[in-house]
C-alpha cells in the first residue's frame, strides 16, 4: 500500500476529477475545449485566461459515495475545512488562501447568499451531489462580473435538468458507516416544448462525536448525528423558437447535532431551514441575446444550546444582462444587478441592498490573442459607491501552449449583522477591497490527452473588518496571500490520471495574536494529491484517489489566555468502484475513505472520520 502512494504522490498529485472512460467523447476537460458558462459569455477554455475547473456529470456520476463538500475539497486550490469531519459539522469554504465567505457559491449561475450568519455563506450541506450536472470553479477575483465577496473564487453548481424522454424514473439508495443512510427518487422528461426535473432526498447518519475526546477522560461522548430533507423541483418551458424561461424550488431542512466546542460535548442541536425559488429566463434576438435571472431566498437557523437563538435571512436577487457578437472576434456583455438582504427576526427588520451595473468586452482569436476587458459599479445603501475592474489577456503560442494572466480588483460589502447586529455594529464600515495578480502557462498535447497548467498569484487585501473589542467592527487591517498551482493531467487509453499540488501562503488578523500574524487559520501552505482512474472492462470502473494536507495552525480559544495551536499534516487514500447492470440502467457503487485509518483533526479539538465507506445502487428507468 505504502508503494502505491508513493507511486501517486511522485507522479504529480492530484486533481481529483477523474477522467477513465473507454471513449474519448465521454472524458471532462481534457479531451474538449470546453465552454465556460460561469463567465456569462459561454468563451472556450482556449478564449479566456481564467483559470478554470470543470466537474463534468462523468466525474458527479462517479461521485454518489461523496458529498458536496468532500468533492470540493478534492480540487486544486479549494479547502473545505470540516468535509472530512462529522457529517453533521459546519463547512467552511476557502479558495486560494481567501477567508471563509470570500468566495461566492452559485447555483444555476444564481448567487447564494444567507445573510443570518456573520459571513453570510451559502451552506454546503444543503445541496446533494445527486443532483448535480456539471460544476465549475474560476479561481481568482471575479467581482466585476458577480459583484460582492468573489474574491478568492466562484464555484458555480450547475443542477439536473429534464431528460429526453417524456418520462424518466431515477433514484439512489446508499447505507454506510456510521449507520448512514441516504436515499433520492426523482422524476424528469420532456414532453413537447416542457422539460421537468423533480426529486426528493432524504439523509440520515448517527454520525460522530462533533467534538474529541480529551485526553484523560474516560467517560465517552455522544454521537452528534443528522437527519436532513430536500426537494428539488427544475421546469423550463420553450415558449417560441427564441424565448424560454426556466423556473425552479428548491426546498431543504435539516436538524444537525452539535457539541458546545473544543474538546466538550454536549446534547445540542440547531433545525436549519432554507427555501430558494425563482426563475431563469433567455430570450434571443439575432445575434443578441437577454439573460433574466432572479431568486427569493429564505434561510433560518433554530439553535438549541444553552444560549437558544434563531437567526433569520432573507435574499431577493435579480441579474439582468445583454450579450451581444460584434463580429466573428468581439463579443459585449453589460449587466444589471440588485441585491436587498433582509434580518426579519431582528427589531425594526433591518435591511440593506446594493445596485451594480457591469460591462465587459471579449476580444477573442485575433491571431494568437485573446482579452477580456470589463468594469463594475456598485450603488450600496450605507457606504455608498465603489468601483472594480478586471484584465485579462491570454496568448496561445501556439496550439499546445497558452500563456495568460490576469489583473483586477474585488471587494466584500459588509454584513447585516455587522451593520446592524446587536453586538459591535456599525452603520460606518466600509467594503473590504482587493488587488488581484496572475499569470500562468497552459499545455495542451494529443488532444488534451496531456496536460499541463501552471498558475502563480498574488492578492492585497485592505480595509479588512475585524471586530476590534469594546469598540466593535472597524475596517483597520491590510493582508496579503500568494501563491502557486501545478495540475499535470494524462488519459492513455482506458488509465487516466490528474494531479495537483497547491501552495498558499499570506498574513491576516486572527483574535488569538489580536492582530496580524504570518500565517492563515486552517489553511495550509501545502495540500497535493492525485486521481487515478481505470475503465477495467466495459461494466467495470475503478479509482483511487490520494491527497495530502499539510500542517496548519488554528486557535485554542478555550484556554485563558487563546493559544496558536499547531495541526499535524494528514493524508487520506480513497477509492470506488462501479459495476453497470441492465445497459448501464442499473450501477452499484462502494466508495470507500480513509484507508489507511488516518487519526487527524481538520479543526483543533475537533474530530474527523475515520476508515469509513459506503455501498449503494444508483438506477435510470425509461
Do not use: C
Request: aromatic share 12%.
Amino acid at each position: 500500500m505504502k508503494k502505491k502512494i508513493a507511486l501517486l504522490a511522485g507522479l504529480g498529485l492530484v486533481q481529483s476529477v477523474v477522467l477513465a472512460q473507454t471513449k474519448p467523447a465521454d472524458s471532462v476537460t481534457t479531451l474538449k475545449d470546453v465552454v465556460i458558462t460561469t463567465t456569462k459569455n459561454n468563451q472556450k477554455q482556449s478564449q479566456t485566461g481564467k483559470v478554470a475547473t470543470i466537474i463534468g456529470p462523468e466525474v458527479l456520476d462517479k461521485s454518489y459515495g461523496k458529498t458536496l463538500p468532500q468533492l470540493l475539497a478534492e480540487q486544486a486550490g479549494v479547502i473545505v475545512t470540516g468535509a472530512t469531519s462529522n457529517y453533521a459539522a459546519n463547512k467552511s469554504l476557502f479558495v486560494r488562501g481567501a477567508g471563509s465567505a470570500y468566495a461566492i457559491v452559485l447555483i444555476d449561475g444564481i448567487v447564494q447568499n444567507d445573510p443570518s450568519g456573520n459571513g453570510g455563506a451559502f451552506d454546503l450541506r444543503l445541496l446533494p451531489i445527486d443532483q448535480v450536472e456539471r460544476i465549475e470553479i474560476l479561481r481568482g477575483g471575479q467581482s466585476t462580473i458577480y459583484g460582492s465577496d468573489a474574491i478568492g473564487g466562484v464555484i458555480n453548481i450547475i443542477t439536473k435538468k429534464g431528460a429526453k424522454q417524456p418520462l424518466n424514473v431515477y433514484g439512489v439508495a446508499s447505507a454506510g458507516s456510521y449507520n448512514t443512510y441516504k436515499g433520492t427518487i426523482g422524476l424528469q422528461g420532456n414532453v413537447s416544448n416542457f422539460d421537468y426535473n423533480i426529486s426528493y432526498t432524504h439523509v440520515k447518519s448517527d454520525g460522530i462525536s462533533e467534538a474529541a475526546n480529551p485526553v484523560g477522560n474516560t467517560s465517552p461522548f455522544d454521537k452528534d448525528g443528522l437527519k436532513t430533507d430536500g426537494v428539488n423541483a427544475k421546469f423550463g418551458l420553450k415558449l417560441s423558437n427564441n424565448f424560454s424561461i426556466n423556473p425552479f424550488v428548491r426546498y431543504n431542512t435539516g436538524t444537525y447535532n452539535f457539541d458546545n466546542g473544543p474538546f466538550a460535548d454536549a446534547a445540542n442541536f440547531s433545525i436549519l431551514k432554507n427555501l430558494a425559488l425563482g426563475t431563469n429566463a433567455v430570450y434571443q434576438m439575432g445575434s443578441g441575446k437577454v439573460t433574466l435571472n432572479y431568486s427569493h431566498q429564505k434561510s433560518s437557523n433554530d439553535v438549541h444550546n444553552a444560549y437558544p437563538s434563531l437567526l433569520k435571512g432573507e435574499v431577493n436577487f435579480l441579474d439582468v444582462y445583454y450579450n451581444q457578437t460584434l463580429g466573428k472576434k468581439l463579443d459585449l456583455l453589460l449587466g444589471v444587478d440588485h441585491r436587498d438582504m433582509k434580518l426579519p427576526n431582528l427589531a425594526g427588520q433591518p435591511n440593506t441592498n446594493i445596485l451594480a451595473g457591469y460591462g465587459s468586452l471579449f476580444l477573442h482569436d485575433l491571431s494568437i490573442f485573446n482579452l477580456e476587458v470589463g468594469g463594475r459599479y456598485n450603488k450600496h445603501e450605507q457606504y455608498g459607491e465603489n468601483w472594480t475592474y478586471t484584465i485579462t489577456p491570454s496568448i496561445n503560442v501556439v496550439k499546445e501552449v497558452k500563456l495568460f494572466g490576469n489583473i483586477s480588483t474585488g471587494f466584500k460589502i459588509p454584513t447585516l449583522n455587522m451593520l446592524f447586529g446587536a453586538f459591535g455594529a456599525n452603520l460606518n464600515l466600509k467594503p473590504e477591497k482587493s488587488k488581484n495578480y496572475e499569470a500562468g502557462v497552459e499545455f495542451n498535447f494529443a488532444d488534451g490527452k496531456y496536460k499541463l497548467r501552471g498558475a502563480a498569484y498574488k492578492r492585497d487585501l485592505t480595509d479588512a473588518i475585524i471586530y476590534n473589542y469594546p469598540q466593535g467592527y472597524e475596517n483597520q487591517v491590510s493582508q496579503k496571500t500568494k501563491g502557486f498551482e501545478i495540475e499535470p493531467a494524462f488519459k492513455l487509453g482506458i488509465f487516466s490520471l490528474n494531479g495537483f499540488y497547491s501552495y498558499t501562503e499570506g498574513n491576516e488578523f486572527n483574535f488569538v495574536d489580536n492582530g496580524v500574524a504570518d500565517y492563515l487559520f486552517r489553511r495550509p501552505k501545502h495540500t497535493y494529491g492525485a486521481t487515478a482512474g481505470l475503465q477495467a472492462t466495459k461494466d467495470l470502473f475503478l479509482s483511487v484517489n490520494y491527497r495530502y494536507v499539510g500542517s496548519r495552525t488554528d486557535g485554542d480559544f478555550d484556554s485563558f489566555p487563546a493559544a496558536v495551536v499547531n495541526l499535524p499534516s494528514y493524508k487520506l487514500l480513497n477509492a470506488y468502484a462501479e459495476y453497470s447492470l441492465v445497459k448501464s440502467k442499473v450501477k452499484l457503487f462502494v466508495d470507500v475513505q480513509n484507508i489507511l485509518d488516518e487519526k487527524y483533526n481538520e479543526v483543533y479539538g475537533y474530530n474527523s472520520l475515520g476508515f469509513n465507506g459506503n455501498a449503494g445502487v444508483r438506477f435510470n428507468i425509461h
